[in-house]
């Protein structure tokens, strides 16, 4: 079945460091959405991407949607300690579809 | 402005008792959607319901899991019968209208003695 596969799966990183991680997909995704987890919480989503080529912004945070439409990149700039958490990709499953596929997440922490 | 409410935020329970989970969705929002995260691993789609409609459950158990989202009211999980294998966080989203994007609960941890 389809799977979002993101790396790096953990980093430690110093504060006022950049941060990218991306997520790949076996198979094409017509829409991308980066959500923050932080322990204890639900999801809360940060970018959407709908488009191949897209490239759109939130604050300190930018996010791709990749040409070939199976990755898609996050980028974090001047991390701080409450950027601490994890990064999960998701998409639906199929064209026109509300099941949600989530990546394997990427765990972050900033050392201050 | 409140967002999507789930209750409890944890629940313990015993083997072969029952759990009940519990999700208003954000207001404005008629379709909602449970999904299940083991430790370590991302978010798996349950099931997908809209007002007095249940439109997919194909990530749910066959059995022992039920889910209903009557027309007044939170929607609600049902794990009958709970084992070992079902301790979990399980979150629920909502969203507006059909392929619209879902806004995620705090979730609630359940843990089964």
């Known amino acids: 079945g389809q799977q979002l596969n993101q790396s790096p799966q953990s980093m430690f990183i110093q504060e006022g460091e950049d941060v990218s991680m991306n997520c790949t997909s076996s198979?094409?995704?017509?829409?991308w959405l980066w959500y923050k987890q932080e322990p204890g919480e639900g999801p809360v989503l940060l970018i959407a991407?709908?488009?191949?080529?897209e490239l759109t912004s939130n604050g300190r945070l930018t996010a791709q949607f990749g040409i070939t439409r199976k990755d898609s990149f996050l980028n974090i700039s001047a991390s701080i300690p409450s950027d601490v958490g994890i990064y999960f990709c998701?998409?639906?499953?199929?064209?026109?579809?509300?099941?949600?596929?989530f990546g394997t997440g990427t765990r972050l922490k900033v050392l201050a | 402005n409140a967002g999507v409410m789930q209750n409890p935020r944890h629940l313990v329970r015993r083997r072969g008792q029952e759990a009940r989970l519990r999700c208003s969705p954000m207001?404005?929002?008629?379709?909602v959607y449970w999904y299940r995260q083991l430790p370590e691993e991302g978010l798996k789609f349950m099931v997908y319901?809209?007002?007095?409609?249940?439109?997919?459950e194909s990530g749910m158990p066959k059995e022992r899991f039920s889910a209903e989202f009557p027309k007044e009211g939170p929607s609600i999980l049902r794990i009958q019968q709970v084992v070992r294998g079902d301790s979990a966080a399980y979150f629920c989203?909502?969203?507006?209208?059909?392929?619209?994007?879902?806004?995620f609960g705090p979730g609630t941890r359940l843990l089964v003695l």
């Open positions: 198979s094409i995704f017509n829409t």
């Open positions: 989203a909502s969203s507006p209208g059909y392929q619209e994007t879902q806004y």
């Open positions: 319901l809209q007002k007095e409609n249940i439109i997919d």
């Open positions: 998701a998409g639906p499953k199929d064209s026109g579809t509300y099941k949600y596929i």
């Open positions: 991407l709908y488009k191949a080529g």
């Open positions: 207001k404005g929002h008629s379709h």
